[in-house]
C-alpha cells in the first residue's frame, strides 16, 4: 500500500519560515518524481515546485527564491520531501498537497489527484 502523509502545517507570521514534510512509503522512492500542490481559498489548486528521480528542481515563479524543495531516502519504499518555505507571504496561505509518481513521468499544473500519489494536505495560513 502507497501512503503519503504531510506534516509541518500550521500558522506563521508574514516573513517567517516554515518546513512542511512528506513521508513516503509503498513505492520505489530513488525512481519516483515528487510534487508539491497548493489550494488557496477561492483559487483553483496549483503546482508549487517538483523534484524528479534526478533531483532536478521546478518552482512556479511566486515562490522562487523563497522555497527549497528536496528529498531523502530512507529505503527502497520509502522517504521523505521536504518544502522550506522562506520569507512566507499572506498568498502562501492554502492547503499544500504532497504528490508522488513512481514512473516521474512529470506533472500538471493543475491538480490531477486521478494521477500518481497524493497525501491529505496539511494547512498553512500566514498572517499579515
Known amino acids: 500500500e502507497v501512503r503519503v502523509v504531510e506534516s509541518g502545517g500550521g500558522a506563521v507570521q508574514a516573513g517567517g519560515s516554515l518546513r512542511l514534510s512528506c513521508a513516503v512509503s509503498g513505492l520505489p522512492f530513488s525512481s519516483s518524481g515528487m510534487a508539491w500542490y497548493r489550494q488557496a481559498p477561492g483559487h483553483e489548486c496549483e503546482l508549487v515546485a517538483t523534484i524528479s528521480r534526478r533531483e532536478t528542481t521546478t518552482y512556479i515563479d511566486s515562490v522562487k527564491g523563497r522555497f527549497v524543495v528536496s528529498r531523502h531516502g530512507r529505503g527502497r519504499e520509502s522517504g521523505d520531501v521536504s518544502l522550506d518555505m522562506n520569507t512566507v507571504k499572506p498568498e502562501d496561505t492554502a492547503v499544500y498537497y504532497c504528490?508522488?509518481?513512481?514512473?516521474?513521468?512529470?506533472?500538471?499544473?493543475?491538480?490531477?489527484?486521478?494521477?500518481?500519489?497524493w497525501g491529505q494536505g496539511t494547512q498553512v495560513t500566514v498572517s499579515s
Open positions: 504528490a508522488a509518481d513512481a514512473l516521474d513521468i512529470g506533472w500538471d499544473r493543475r491538480c490531477r489527484k486521478s494521477f500518481g500519489y
